[in-house]
T-cell receptor, first 118, second 113 residues
Framework: AQTVTQSQPEMSVQEAETVTLSCTYD???????LFWYKQPPSRQMILVIR??????QNATENRFSVNFQKAAKSFSLKISDSQLGDAAMYFC???????????????FGKGTHLIIQP | DAGVIQSPRHEVTEMGQEVTLRCKPISGHNSLFWYRQTMMRGLELLIYFNNNVPIDDSGMPEDRFSAKMPNASFSTLKIQPSEPRDSAVYFC???????????FGPGTRLTVT
């Protein structure tokens, strides 16, 4: 079974600065999908960014970008120009390319609590 | 679109009582998931439906938990009898294709005393 590890329980950054959240995963598959979700205090899980493993180019969504290192099984999230509204729990997630046999759904890491200092 | 709708948002009940959580997926989505979130265990997949059919319920903790999806626009997760260790936030999520990610509802915070 795949596992997702987020080694930073909590991170703090000054407003307008850049922060990078780490995520590593363990898999024997060569094709898969990776996601970052944001969970603000409202509890709503919001999809931030998505990466296909077969694409070498790192995904970007406005101030959010990823550093995908397939060989290292690393998928970090960079938030540029941090804003107060970015304060939330951030979850890294893995999805197999295949279906069935327990591969359905997303496997989540334990999350990183991001604090934005004004 | 209103997104995934869950009710109730909060539920407080006594041990031994039956609890029913409800979910309305996004219209047109054919896959529905129930997740449970706790501090200790994080987000755990409980059960997954595709086209209203339960595909994988290996994450359901025990027989006290059951889930149904009678039609494409409604699903329930029932706990009977409830126990204090069932206290958690329960999320429903839906999607048309899992490779594009899941769309989550606002969750139901369940407290069993």
């Amino acid at each position: 079974a795949q596992t997702v590890t987020q080694s930073q329980p909590e991170m703090s950054v000054q407003e307008a600065e850049t922060v990078t959240l780490s995520c590593t995963y363990d898999t024997s598959e060569s094709d898969y999908y990776l996601f970052w979700y944001k969970q603000p205090p409202s509890r709503q899980m919001i999809l931030v960014i998505r990466q296909e493993a077969y694409k070498q180019q790192n995904a970007t969504e406005n101030r959010f970008s990823v550093n995908f290192q397939k060989a290292a099984k690393s998928f970090s999230l960079k938030i540029s120009d941090s804003q107060l509204g970015d304060a939330a729990m951030y979850f890294c997630a893995y999805r197999s390319m295949y279906s069935g046999g327990g591969a359905d759904g997303l496997t989540f890491g334990k999350g990183t609590h991001l604090i934005i200092q004004p | 679109d209103a997104g995934v709708i869950q009710s109730p948002r909060h539920e407080v009940t006594e041990m031994g009582q039956e609890v029913t959580l409800r979910c309305k997926p996004i219209s047109g989505h054919n896959s529905l998931f129930w997740y449970r979130q706790t501090m200790m265990r994080g987000l755990e997949l409980l059960i997954y439906f595709n086209n209203n059919v339960p595909i994988d319920d290996s994450g359901m903790p025990e027989d006290r938990f059951s889930a149904k999806m009678p039609n494409a626009s409604f699903s329930t997760l029932k706990i009977q009898p409830s126990e204090p260790r069932d206290s958690a936030v329960y999320f429903c999520a839906s999607t048309l294709d899992q490779v594009w990610g899941l769309y989550f509802g606002p969750g139901t915070r369940l407290t069993v005393t």
